[in-house]
């Protein structure tokens, strides 16, 4: 009798000190990004200093989700067994109001991905993570 595969879970996150608030933000349903205290400027993936002046001092504040397709890449191909039952799916680069970039997925895809057009951000679990997406708007 031949063993029933077991489908991969999707890789799950590296979560250290630094990003932590990230992570737990999106558990609870919220995004949240670093902005320094110092120049004003937010960013992801979480760091412990600002990238652009350096300064150790920044918060998590919760953005308005509210941002513009950047670029995206459409796979035709799983590079890992988890993500073969979405093909074809999208990695994107959105840019929030406030500056900060996110690569992610678009949700929505058959409503028209093109550069500079509107998205929010939408949480969705996913094999138990919680994942910042986006859709187009």
Wanted: aromatic share 6%; glycine share 6%.
């Amino acid at each position: 009798m031949a063993e029933q595969e077991t489908k991969p879970a999707i890789p799950e996150p590296d979560i250290s000190p630094v990003n932590e608030p990230h992570w737990t933000a999106l558990k609870d349903g919220v995004l949240k990004i670093q902005k320094c205290r110092d120049c004003g400027h937010a960013w992801l993936p979480a760091r412990e200093d600002c990238p652009n002046c350096l300064s150790p001092d920044n918060d998590w504040v919760e953005p308005s989700g509210k941002g513009k397709l950047i670029s995206w890449v459409i796979y035709h191909v799983a590079f890992n067994k988890a993500f073969a039952d979405k093909l074809p799916y999208n990695v994107a680069v959105v840019e929030l109001e406030e500056g900060a970039r996110a690569i992610t997925n678009i949700v929505n895809p058959e409503d028209g991905m093109a550069a500079d057009r509107p998205v929010e951000a939408v949480i969705e679990e996913e094999d138990g993570v919680a994942l910042a997406r986006f859709r187009v708007v």
